[in-house]
């Protein structure tokens, strides 16, 4: 089992900025994608951002240009550095990890999900 546990949400005004933090435990597959999804109230997931362990970084147009994945340099922790927020932007925001290295942005493939850190963000 892999647990998965966001931080660093909150509320910033329109244009501000937000990182969030992913920090994965137990068990790792020896090939992983790691990966950042939200979804708002009434609406499906939506896959923002992607990366596996060659660092190869898939985003979704939505957020291609603002948002940034990386992950620290002994890849303990995942980040997502959210700039120019939009009053859109506001929703749940979830880490979630799944074997194999092709890492499309697709929830159903992604087997382990954290509990979620909310953004709002206010116009």
């Known amino acids: 089992q892999m647990q998965l546990v966001e931080s660093g949400g909150g509320s910033v005004q329109a244009g501000g900025s937000l990182e969030l933090t992913c920090v994965p435990s137990g068990f790792f597959y020896a090939r992983h994608c790691l990966a950042w999804f939200r979804r708002t109230p009434g609406n499906e997931r939506e896959g923002l951002a992607a990366?596996?362990?060659?660092?190869?970084?898939t985003y979704s147009d939505s957020v291609k240009g603002r948002f940034t994945i990386s992950q620290d340099g002994a890849k303990t922790k995942l980040y997502l550095q959210m700039n120019n927020l939009e009053p859109e932007d506001t929703a749940m925001y979830y880490c979630?990890?799944?074997?194999?290295?092709?890492?499309?942005?697709?929830?159903?493939?992604?087997?382990?999900w954290g509990p979620g850190t909310q953004v709002t963000v206010s116009s």
């Open positions: 990366i596996d362990n060659d660092g190869i970084i």
């Open positions: 979630a990890s799944r074997g194999g290295s092709y890492c499309e942005l697709d929830d159903r493939t992604y087997a382990y």
